[in-house]
């Protein structure tokens, strides 16, 4: 997988490829970052302007987002605007976009982009939830992980990825380490039992229990539509 992130702070992009998972990731996909002021034009580099109409804050200028777009040389699958008022990321979402073949991710930076950058190159935009950044970086990179961790041979044990809270609309259920005891603690003990049937469904049922607690909203969208009289 290609993917390709276009920004007006770079380094803010660069320096969290050097960490963790992402990291791991590099050696997967073709990771890309590109400057925005590498495209910009006019000697002075520009890439944002003030709004027609006047009102506070800069927006990104149209000309060194579609100039970059254009010298990749290849079409992308999906050209990604990380815009607050986007869809929400998902689990599901992750999933599908993991399943592509070149990405490109859009980060808006001061009051977003200009309009026509939307209108014409984006297919699809996301949020990471409800709240203002003051860039699209830090999101663009939530996205990121989010679809890394998916690629095959990205984790040491690809069951790992599929247990995780909300592939199938739950959560996630406890886990526990060793030791077995602390600080008066117990791990329950079916975990130490050796019985997998009996993790299994104690596991389904914590997952159940919790997601009934903290996210009802996820449980009653996987309760299948009332039957109707036909």
Not at 49 to 74: H, N, Q, R, T
Not at 125 to 152: Q, W
């Amino acid at each position: 997988m290609r993917v390709d992130i276009l920004t007006a702070v770079p380094v803010q992009v660069t320096g969290a490829l050097e960490l963790s998972v992402i990291r791991r990731a590099r050696g997967l996909l073709d990771i890309r970052v590109h400057d925005l002021r590498d495209y910009a034009v006019g000697r002075h580099r520009q890439i944002d302007d003030y709004p027609y109409g006047g009102g506070a804050g800069m927006v990104l200028k149209p000309e060194p987002i579609f100039a970059c777009l254009e010298a990749l040389g290849s079409a992308p699958d999906e050209v990604v605007f990380l815009s607050p008022d986007g869809e929400v990321l998902t689990q599901h979402l992750a999933n599908t976009l993991s399943l592509k073949q070149h990405l490109v991710l859009i980060a808006g930076h001061y009051k977003g982009v200009d309009q026509r950058v939307r209108d014409a190159l984006v297919t699809r935009e996301i949020s990471i939830g409800d709240y203002v950044l003051s860039g699209g970086e830090l999101p663009a990179l939530v996205l990121l992980d989010a679809i890394a961790r998916l690629v095959p041979g990205m984790l040491g044990d690809a069951a790992s990825a599929l247990s995780d809270s909300f592939q199938d609309g739950l959560l996630g259920a406890p886990t526990y380490t060793r030791p077995a005891v602390f600080r008066g603690m117990e791990v329950p003990a079916v975990l130490c039992s050796g019985d997998h049937d009996r993790i299994a469904i104690w596991r389904e049922a914590k997952r159940v229990g919790k997601t009934l607690v903290r996210r009802p909203d996820l449980l009653e969208a996987l309760e299948p539509p009332p039957a109707t009289e036909g």
